[in-house]
């Protein structure tokens, strides 16, 4: 049984949490997101981080719109964020998505939202140096996992490191595609191309990073974002891998290995 | 004495310095046709950014065949420049090699080294024309650059095969009449390369190798005094622009793009009736985002002339890589000549634009190009000198959304999930916890 505190019913008992787990419409509606997360509400509930959720208060970050160019629609949903955040004098944000958390973070300030944000993948690390989280390896012991980079989380706000710190502790082997880090390539669906066809092209992007992904022969692709989970999987079923290779996030890794 | 050679050479000089200078005007009354944006802030880190960027050229060098060789052509071309130096006071005063007997034996050093470098950069420019003519890199064979932008590439590495030939040998005439007539030609100078060269003149006569010598010193600075001029009209400003770009690039992480202020008060009043509109930010722009080189700010108008169509960014971009028609360099290259095209009208018209129904949308870049872009940065990422196409790409999205509603279809039913049920797609907000119990 999870649980799932809101900033509402935690108000009512005069309580309040220390960190915000924003989810993101992808983790609140998406079947696949929504796994993802479960698995860090597990991880959250295992290390007993004082933790809360908005809940139906929540509303989209904006990310979509903005990068669509509709600045006027990001900023309705930013300040209506920001109002309510600020009303339950949030200090301390984690996202599971990448988009949320870049958004979050460096656009929400501007509008007068000042929030310490940080990525699920920061605090996982941050509860393993604290011994508060610990990673059991058996599990994934031999797998070869490489490593997909969101674009949000890596060369918008330089992340390359935590993900890849928590993923050495599963005991997998972690191979690097030919474009990683700084060069990752993107999975295609960035800048709200999630909501709409492609252009004509030769290929669609997911296809093209889901080849760069299994030119490393792996047994789990994994990711740090809804979107690029939900893309890679796609890619990994077009090519008709999906019993070979599975696509998974950090945090599912973790909370798998760990039984939960 | 004869002073005829030194009035051409002033001239030559004067002539080659006021169509520069000129050009160069054109340039900054172009760019400052943008809108202002405040890049003035944090110098320290900005200077910093341009010494490890543009004078380090630490971003080059992500790519270590192209880096290294690029590296050996700048570190040649800022090097041999002190000659440039040289050639100009002997010019100018009618003296040979006025800095030999200045520096003395450092000069023998300082010669050899402008030769070696000659050398290297020679070789250098070589495996460039090669990697773009015979190897193909596909960068360089993509769609925008066919035509000019091919030629001028090519060009580019001409003239510098040209000047470094005509210096080299310059040195070998040189070194040959230094031993003939030390009087005329003061014994200085090592010349490690040049003097491979020197069996070619084997058997000229004294009076010939005079003519030769001092043809190839006046081909040489005229070589010079072209190519300086030649750059306005070429993808090879870089070398002078490469550096206030990298000063004034954008610091921020690149994630964020910027909010704007502008309509911050109107959607709190939209939002919120009783919210009073703050003072001096009662009006609307009068344009939301960019339709043409005027919305968009000087900095990004600096970017299209700073630009050198290497194409890093278009080999990077994931739209591209799928055969997209959306390419960077192309939006670069694009905003470059639309602003250019408003520059002649600019100079045609005594410096007040005469309407030409055209703009930069449409005209150059279509919505087709712009709405595939996945806003993932690789593009900027990938600029040696931190050039930034998306920003573009998102204020010309901007102007499409805000002023034309002209967003793709289904983006349009995502803004309207957004602004109804706060969620991208069809979702009830009451139902945004329901995962908890599944």
Not at chain 1, 235 to 246: A, H
Not at chain 2, 133 to 155: C, Q, T, Y
Not at chain 2, 392 to 405: G, N
């Amino acid at each position: 049984m999870l649980n799932v505190p809101t900033l509402a019913q935690l108000q009512s008992e005069g309580k309040k949490a220390e960190i915000v787990f924003w989810v993101g419409c992808a983790g609140s509606f998406d079947d696949r997101a929504k796994k993802i997360t479960k698995a860090f509400v597990k991880l959250l509930n295992q290390t007993e981080v004082s933790f809360a959720v908005l809940g139906t208060e929540e509303s989209c970050s904006g990310d979509p719109a903005k990068r669509s160019g509709n600045e006027f629609l990001f900023q309705m949903q930013a300040l209506q964020n920001i109002a309510t955040l600020n009303a339950y004098e949030v200090t301390k944000i984690v996202t599971t998505c990448p988009h949320c958390f870049n958004t979050l973070k460096n656009e929400y300030p501007d509008l007068g939202g000042n929030y310490e944000v940080i990525h699920h993948t920061q605090l996982l690390k941050k509860l393993l140096k604290e011994e508060k989280l610990t990673i059991q390896g058996g599990k994934f012991k031999g797998k070869r996992i490489t490593y997909h980079d969101p674009c949000y989380l890596g060369r918008a706000n330089q992340i390359y490191e935590a993900p890849r710190e928590l993923l050495q502790k599963l005991d997998a082997e972690l191979i690097e595609m030919k474009s990683c880090k700084s060069k990752g390539l993107c999975c295609g669906a960035g800048g709200a191309q999630m909501f709409k066809d492609a252009e004509p092209g030769d290929k669609e992007v997911n296809i093209e990073r889901t080849e760069q992904a299994l030119e490393t022969q792996p047994d789990i692709v994994a990711a740090s974002c809804p979107f690029c989970n939900t893309m890679m999987t796609d890619g990994i079923k077009n090519k008709e891998q999906e019993d070979k290779v599975q696509v998974m996030d950090i945090a599912e890794l973790i909370a798998n290995a760990n039984d939960l | 004495m004869n002073y005829i050679p030194n009035i051409i050479f002033l001239v030559l000089l004067s002539v080659s310095l006021a169509i520069f200078i000129r050009n160069i005007k054109r340039i900054n009354r172009n760019i400052s046709l943008g809108k202002s944006i405040d890049r003035k802030d944090q110098s320290e880190l900005r200077w910093k950014n341009m010494i490890r960027v543009a004078f380090g050229q630490s971003k080059m060098v992500s790519r270590p065949i192209a880096g290294f060789l690029h590296v050996i052509v700048y570190v040649g071309f800022v090097v041999i420049n002190i000659e440039l130096l040289e050639i100009i006071i002997d010019g100018l005063t009618g003296s040979h090699r006025v800095f030999a007997s200045l520096l003395g034996p450092i000069y023998n050093i300082l010669i050899a080294t402008f030769e070696i470098l000659a050398f290297l950069v020679l070789v250098a420019v070589i495996f460039f024309w090669t990697r773009r003519n015979i190897v193909k890199i596909k960068r360089f064979w993509k769609a925008e650059m066919k035509g000019w932008p091919k030629l001028d590439g090519d060009v580019i590495l001409y003239f510098e095969v040209v000047l470094m030939v005509l210096f080299l040998m310059m040195n070998a005439t040189d070194s040959i009449l230094q031993g003939i007539d030390p009087k005329h030609y003061i014994e200085a100078g090592s010349f490690p390369i040049s003097q491979f060269l020197v069996p070619l003149f084997e058997g000229v006569s004294t009076e010939n190798l005079r003519v030769m010598e001092r043809s190839l010193w006046w081909m040489h600075i005229t070589g010079i005094f072209i190519f300086l001029n030649y750059l306005y009209y070429s993808k090879h400003l870089h070398i002078l622009l490469a550096f206030p770009n990298t000063y004034f690039a954008n610091l921020n992480p690149r994630g964020k793009f910027p909010v704007d202020f502008n309509i911050k008060g109107e959607v709190q009043m939209m939002m919120d009736p009783s919210v009073a509109i703050p003072e001096g930010n009662t009006s609307p722009p009068e344009k939301f985002g960019a339709s043409d080189v005027f919305d968009l700010n000087w900095v990004q108008l600096m970017n299209a002339y700073s630009c050198t169509e290497c194409g890093r960014c278009t080999s990077a971009c994931p739209a591209n890589l799928t055969g997209k028609k959306l390419s960077p360099r192309k939006i670069m290259m694009d905003t470059r000549d639309r602003l250019e095209e408003v520059g002649k009208n600019l100079n045609e018209n005594k410096g007040v634009f005469k309407a030409d129904e055209k703009q930069l949308l449409n005209d150059f870049i279509t919505p087709e190009e712009l709405w595939a872009c996945t806003s993932c940065n690789a593009c900027v990422e990938a600029c040696p000198i931190e050039i930034d196409p998306l920003s573009i790409i998102m204020d010309m999205r901007q102007y499409l959304v805000m002023e034309k509603s002209a967003a793709p279809t289904e983006l349009n039913s995502m803004m309207g999930n957004i602004e109804n049920n706060g969620a991208p797609w069809p979702f009830s907000n009451q139902d945004r916890l329901q995962w908890v119990n599944e």
